[in-house]
């Protein structure tokens, strides 16, 4: 079946730092990859998406690149913002009437 | 912007108590999910809806939860006879008739606490 394994938080970095969140993924088939950002009291919002191989989805100065060959989606930023402090999930999906897969989230915390 | 709507946000309600929890999602997707966060832990897949049926559950669903679409706009997740254990998260979301780029809008949640 599918699973996705992401690095355990929290992850704690000063302003400015530069990030990653890496998230390695195991599924049949080609699924669509997604990072998804939960704030403090809110839902799962999408935060960027890849939906084939070497495909780089970006916002917000996030970047995530799917790469098929080391089955892996991380997610960068080159300089963090207090704002980015969130919970962070990597899924998979394939569409249609599948459900996503979930990570168990990795929390950021970012310090002024 | 379109989005999925959630109520309550916030329930208390007593063990052995019936809870039906609300969604109203996006209105032209055809796909629809309940998700469950229980409280610092990962987001877990309930069961998907489509064509008026379910179309997978996880074993998390057992016989205490049911969904249904009673109009053309809301979609319900009851669960019959609560426990402590089903305190947590529940997020909705919806997909639309998108093929595989597979992306689910989700709702802000409903948080349940069972006492």
């Known amino acids: 079946g599918n699973s996705v394994t992401q690095m355990e938080g929290p992850v704690t970095l000063s302003e400015e730092a530069f990030l990653t969140i890496n998230c390695t993924y195991t599924?049949?088939?080609?699924?669509?990859l997604f990072w998804y950002v939960q704030y403090p009291g809110e839902g799962l919002q999408l935060l960027l998406k890849a939906t084939k191989a070497d495909d780089k989805g970006s916002n917000k100065g996030f970047e995530a690149t799917y790469r098929k060959e080391t089955t892996s989606f991380h997610l960068e930023k080159g300089s963090v913002q207090v704002s980015d402090s969130a919970v962070y999930f990597c899924?998979?999906?394939?569409?249609?009437?599948?459900?996503?897969?979930f990570g168990k989230g990795t929390h950021l915390i970012i310090q002024p | 912007e379109p989005e999925v709507t959630q109520t309550p946000s916030h329930q208390v309600t007593q063990m052995g108590q019936e809870v039906i929890l609300r969604c109203v999602p996006i209105s032209n997707h055809l796909y629809f999910y309940w998700y469950r966060q229980i409280l610092g832990q990962k987001v877990e897949f309930l069961v998907s809806f489509y064509n008026n049926e379910i179309s997978e559950k996880s074993e998390i669903f057992d016989d205490q939860f049911s969904v249904e679409r009673p109009d053309g706009s809301n979609f319900t997740l009851k669960i019959r006879s609560t426990k402590l254990e089903d305190s947590a998260m529940y997020f909705c979301?919806?997909?639309?008739?998108?093929?595989?780029?597979?992306?689910?809008?989700f709702g802000e949640g409903s948080r349940l606490t069972v006492l």
């Open positions: 899924a998979l999906g394939g569409g249609g009437a599948d459900g996503l897969t």
């Open positions: 979301a919806s997909r639309s008739l998108d093929g595989r780029t597979g992306e689910l809008f």
């Open positions: 599924a049949t088939g080609y699924p669509s």
